[in-house]
Structures are given as C-alpha cells and as structure tokens.
C-alpha cells in the first residue's frame, strides 16, 4: 500500500520569503503522479501542482515549484515570493497506474505573516 | 460551471439516524471518490467508483455505503450515524485517473 507522510504540522513564513514544505511517499510501483493541493478556509482543493514520475525535470508553476527526489522517494514544495493569500493548507497526494484514488498526506498549515 | 455539486453544504445529524450525503458530477468522469477530512489525518479514502454500476472499499469504509447507478451521481449513506462521523466529507472524480481530479465544496457533517 502506498503512504504519504508530511512531517510538518505548521509553518510559517514571512511576506516576500521563500518556504519550502516536505513530503516523502513509499511505493513500490514505478508509474505515478504526485500532486499538491491547497486548501483555503473557504475549504476548496486547489491543485497546485503536478508531477509525473518519468519525467526527471521538476515542475514548476509561477512561484510554485518542487523538488521530485525519486529515489528518496521526496516531493518538497517550495513557494517564492510568498504572500498572504499562499496561508492555507497544503496536502502532498500520490496515485499509480494500478490505483487511481489519490493518497493523501496529513497536511502542512502554512501562514504567511505581513 | 462544470465540476461537482455536493449537498448539503453542512448538517447537524442526531446518532443513530440516517442521512445520504448526495454527490453529482456533469463532466462525465468515469471515476468517483468519497474522502472524509479529519485535522491530523489528512483525507482518507472512504469507498470509490472507477466506472458507473461498480464500487470499491477505500481505508475508511466502516459504517457507509455507496452505489453508482450511473455515470453522474454517487450518494454517500451513513445508515447509523455515530458521533466518530463527524466529519468534513468530499467527493471527487477523475477521467484517466492520472492527473485529471474535481473535488466537490465539501459537506461538514456533525453528529451529536
């Protein structure tokens, strides 16, 4: 069974600064999407970003971008330039090719501070 | 606006009773999923659906029940509603089931 595991409850960053969040996962199928989603007070998931496992260059999106460590099966997220609409939580997800249900983490909460 | 309608939006249940949490999707996406929100545990797969007439047991799926009689819709019943429910429950689908996942607003669910 696949696991994702975010080992930082909460954190916070200053306006402006850079903050990177952790999430490592354990599978043993080699065809895999890993993902993270925000979620806002209003509650909506908002995809953030997405990897595919074959692909060996990290995506990036605006001021979102990760750090995919395949054989440290790491997935970090780091956030430039954060602001004060970035406060939220944030879930690190995985699915294969033999399951298609996301997995999820426990979440990151993240405030960004003025 | 495409994606997924879920009702209600939030409900006060007493233990014991019943309630179907309805959940409808318009993009015709062949797989749906009930995830149920907890502080600490993150979202937890409850029971999902890769394709209408067919349902699966996720990590979580002690005390609900599930059916996909077609493409667009996949209620959620608690039979029995037990304090532990309490809860922030979404449904999602996907298409390929590799990268293309809606989630609904969510419904918070307090049993009392």
């Known amino acids: 069974a696949q696991t994702v595991t975010q080992s930082q409850p909460e954190m916070s960053v200053q306006e402006a600064e850079t903050v990177t969040l952790s999430c490592t996962y354990d599978?043993?199928?080699?065809?895999?999407?890993l993902f993270w989603y925000k979620q806002p007070p209003s509650r909506q998931m908002i995809l953030v970003i997405r990897q595919e496992a074959y692909k060996q260059q990290n995506a990036t999106e605006n001021r979102f971008s990760v750090n995919f460590q395949k054989a440290a099966k790491s997935f970090s997220l780091k956030i430039s330039d954060s602001q004060l609409g970035d406060t939220a939580m944030y879930f690190c997800?995985?699915?294969?090719?033999?399951?298609?249900?996301?997995?999820f983490g426990s979440g990151t909460q993240l405030t960004v501070l003025p | 606006t495409a994606g997924i309608t879920q009702a209600p939006t939030s409900q006060i249940l007493a233990a014991g009773r019943s309630m179907t949490l309805r959940c409808t999707q318009d993009m015709r996406h062949n797989a749906m999923y009930w995830y149920r929100q907890d502080l600490g545990l993150g979202l937890r797969l409850i029971h999902y659906s890769n394709t209408a007439g067919t349902t699966g047991k996720g990590e979580v799926p002690d005390g609900y029940s599930v059916s996909r009689a077609n493409t667009d819709d996949f209620p959620l019943t608690l039979a029995s509603a037990v304090p532990s429910q309490t809860s922030v429950y979404f449904c999602?689908?996907?298409?390929?089931?590799?990268?293309?996942?809606?989630f609904g607003s969510g419904t918070r669910l307090t049993v009392v």
């Open positions: 997800a995985f699915t294969s090719g033999s399951a298609r249900q996301l997995t």
């Open positions: 999602a689908s996907s298409d390929s089931g590799l990268g293309g996942y809606t």
């Open positions: 599978t043993s199928e080699n065809n895999y999407y």
